[in-house]
C-alpha cells in the first residue's frame, strides 16, 4: 500500500506538546509557523515519492556485497542524490557548516517520515547526523572544518565503530589499536561488526567514527580513544580499510550491515577526536542522538504498519453486521487493534517529539530541559521501539494469514521493526541506564519534577494520577534497593514510567484539541486514541508494579545449569 504522511497530527503535536512556536521565539527565529508546515508537508510529499517507491525492492532485493564494494538496488542513488540536493539532510544542522540550524524537533519529522517510507534506507540519514554531533562538540576547528560542510549536506555519510566479535554491549572488552604516526594522525587496525552503512555507492565518501585503544591505555572504557577514519582520505586516495562481508538479517535489507576490517596492510589512517582516552564521552554524544532516533524508528515502523492495517480492515469483507456484508474493520476486535495501534503510535510519537523539543531547548542553553530530555532518553529509546513492535505485530494480526503472506507487506513491517529494541544499546540497557544513572539525576529531583507534571496534568484521569503516584512508590523503592534488585525491576517500571510521562502528553493533547482548528476527523480520532490510551493502556501499566518491586531472588532461585533443563 502508499504511505500517507500523518501531516496533521505531526504539526498538532509540534504545536501543542513541543511548542514549535515558542520554540521559534526562544532562540529559532527561522522556524516561523509557515516554514514549520511547509517543511512538515514537503517533508512528508518527499518520502512518499521519492522513499516509499523502493522499500519494496530494498526488501526483496537488498543490499549485494562484492570484493569491489556494496550496492545498493536500482533507484537507491537518485533518491539519495534527491534527499542531498532538497536539503534534507541540513534542517538541524549548524549553520556555520552550512546548515539551516532549524530545530531538531524539525528534523524528526522528517526522519519520522522517511523511516516510514523505507526504514532500511533511512538508516544512512540516521546514522550521519549523530557523527555531525560527535565533531561538532569533540572535534577541532580544523577537523570540523574538514569534515562537517559535507557530512551536513549528506554528500559524505557518517558511521559509528563500536562493536567487535567480543565486544558488543560490553564496549570495554574492544581491541581495534590507534598507534601514533610522525605526522600526528594514527595508524588503526582491527574489525568492526555490525556497522550500518559503512559500505555502500550512495555518498562519495565515508566518514567512519572508530573507537580504538592507543598505546598503553587502561583496560576498560577508561582506555578507549574516538577516531576519524575517512574511506577516501583528503588526497583523493583510498584509505586501507574494506567491508569484508555483509550480514543476512531478518529485516532491513536495503542497510548493509558490515563487518569492516581496519589496516590490512597497515596504512589505515585516522585522526584523533578530542583528548586520548576520551573515547566514550564523544561517542555518547553520537549515541545519544542516535538512540533518540531509534526510538522515533519505532513510531516510524508503527505508522506505517498502522496505516497498512487501516486499509486492510477496510476492505477485507468477511461476515455481516445487521444482516449485510461487512468489511472486518466493523467488528469490534479488530477495531480495539486498530485503535490500539494508533493510539500506541501516536503516544509513541508524542513522548519522541517532546524529547526532541527539549533537546532544543537545551542547545539554547535551558540547563531544566537538558536534565529532563537526559532522563527521557532511555524512555524514547526503549519504550518507542517496544511500541513499533507491538504495532507491527497487530498489523500481521489483523492482516490475518494474509498478514503471514509478504506479498500484503505486512511482514516486512514486523521483519524491520524487530533489530530496533536491540542495536544503539539494548532496551535492557536502555532500563539499567534509567536506574542505575537517570533515576539519580539531582538525588531523584528530576524524576520528581516529571512525575508532579504527570500529577498536575492528570485532572480527570483518575488512572493517570494512580500510576504516577505508583512510579513515585516504585522510584523510592529501587532508590534504596541493591543493584541487583533495581536491575530486576528497571524493565517494568522503564515501562510504567514511559506509559505514565505518555499518558500525560495524551492528557494534554486531549486538552488541546478544544483550542486548535484540526480537520473534524482529526479531532473525532484524536479524542478516541487519547481517551483509548489513557482508559485503557494507562490502567495496563499499574500491574507492572509488582514486577518493578519484586527484587532478584526469584531470578537466582536456580541455577545456571537448571535453565537448560
Request: hydrophobic fraction near 45%; proline fraction near 5%.
Amino acid at each position: 500500500m502508499t504511505y500517507a504522511p500523518p501531516v496533521e497530527d505531526q504539526l498538532f503535536v509540534l504545536k501543542h506538546i513541543v511548542g514549535i512556536d515558542a520554540l521559534a521565539e526562544a532562540g529559532f527565529p527561522e522556524a516561523s509557523a509557515d516554514t514549520v508546515e511547509a517543511i512538515v508537508e514537503g517533508a512528508g510529499a518527499f518520502a512518499a515519492g521519492e522513499f516509499a517507491p523502493l522499500n519494496r525492492i530494498g526488501d526483496e532485493v537488498g543490499a549485494r556485497w562484492s570484493p569491489e564494494g556494496v550496492t545498493l538496488p536500482e533507484g537507491f542513488k537518485a533518491a539519495y542524490r534527491a534527499y542531498v540536493e532538497g536539503g534534507w539532510g541540513t534542517l538541524s544542522g549548524p549553520s556555520e557548516f552550512g546548515g539551516q540550524g532549524l530545530p531538531l524537533s524539525l528534523a524528526t519529522v522528517v526522519m519520522e517520515d522517511l523511516g516510514s517510507a523505507n526504514m532500511g534506507f533511512s538508516l544512512i540519514m540516521m546514522l550521519t547526523p549523530a557523527a555531525v554531533e560527535a565533531l561538532k562538540h569533540h572535534g577541532t576547528p580544523e577537523q570540523q572544518a574538514m569534515w562537517l560542510p559535507k557530512l551536513v549536506t549528506g554528500e559524505w555519510s557518517g558511521t559509528m565503530n563500536l562493536t567487535e566479535p567480543q565486544a558488543g554491549s560490553d564496549v570495554g572488552a574492544l581491541k581495534t589499536k590507534a598507534e601514533p604516526a610522525p605526522d600526528g594522525s594514527w595508524r588503526l587496525s582491527g574489525t568492526k561488526i555490525f556497522i550500518t552503512y559503512g559500505e555502500h555507492d550512495l555518498a562519495d565518501n565515508i566518514v567512519h567514527l572508530v573507537l580504538a585503544r592507543t598505546p598503553g591505555a587502561p583496560a576498560g572504557t577508561r582506555g578507549i580513544s574516538l577516531f576519524i577514519v575517512p574511506k577516501i582520505l583528503p588526497d583523493g586516495t583510498r584509505n586501507d580499510l574494506r567491508c569484508v562481508s555483509i550480514e543476512h538479517k531478518l529485516g532491513i535489507h536495503a542497510s548493509p550491515t558490515c563487518v569492516m576490517s581496519y589496516g590490512d596492510e597497515g596504512k589505515c589512517v585516522g585522526w584523533l577526536i578530542g583528548e586520548e582516552m576520551g573515547g566514550m564521552r564523544a561517542m555518547f554524544t553520537m549515541m545519544n542522538n542516535a538512540r533518540l532516533n531509534v526510538g522515533l524508528q519505532g513510531v516510524s515502523i508503527a505508522e506505517r504498519a498502522m496505516q497498512a492495517a487501516i486499509a486492510y480492515a477496510g476492505q477485507r469483507v468477511q461476515g455481516a453486521r445487521e444482516g449485510r456484508p461487512a468489511p472486518i474493520l466493523d467488528f469490534p476486535d479488530v477495531r480495539r487493534m486498530l485503535l490500539r495501534m494508533k493510539a500506541l503510535t501516536q503516544a509513541a510519537r508524542a513522548l519522541t517529539y517532546c524529547c526532541a523539543g527539549l533537546t532544543d531547548r537545551a542547545s539554547l542553553g535551558d540547563p531544566e530541559a537538558k536534565l529532563r530530555a537526559d532522563l527521557l532518553t532511555p524512555l524514547v529509546k526503549a519504550y518507542g521501539t517496544d511500541v513499533g513492535c507491538e504495532v507491527a505485530s497487530l498489523g500481521v494480526q489483523v492482516h490475518g494469514g494474509m498478514g503471514f503472506i509478504e506479498e500484503t507487506g505486512a511482514a516486512q513491517h514486523y521483519r524491520d521493526a524487530r533489530i530496533a529494541p536491540i542495536y544503539e544499546g539494548t532496551n535492557g540497557i536502555q532500563a539499567a541506564d534509567l536506574v542505575g544513572r537517570k533515576l539519580g539525576l539531582e538525588g531523584g529531583a528530576v524524576l520528581a519534577r516529571l512525575l508532579a507534571d504527570v500529577k498536575a496534568g492528570s485532572e480527570g484521569h483518575p488512572a493517570l494520577a494512580e500510576l504516577a503516584a505508583a512510579c513515585e512508590r516504585v522510584a523510592a523503592h529501587l532508590q534504596q534497593s541493591a543493584p541487583d534488585d533495581r536491575l530486576a525491576g528497571s524493565y517494568p517500571f522503564l515501562t510504567m514510567l514511559s506509559v505514565a510521562t505518555s499518558g500525560w502528553l495524551m492528557a494534554r493533547s486531549l486538552a488541546a484539541l478544544a483550542k486548535g482548528n484540526a480537520s473534524p476527523l482529526y479531532i473525532e480520532m484524536k479524542q478516541a486514541t487519547c481517551r483509548f490510551y489513557l482508559e485503557r493502556i494507562v490502567p495496563e501499566a499499574l500491574g507492572l508494579s509488582a514486577g518493578a518491586t519484586a527484587g532478584a531472588d526469584l531470578l537466582y532461585a536456580v541455577s545456571s545449569e537448571a535453565f537448560a533443563a
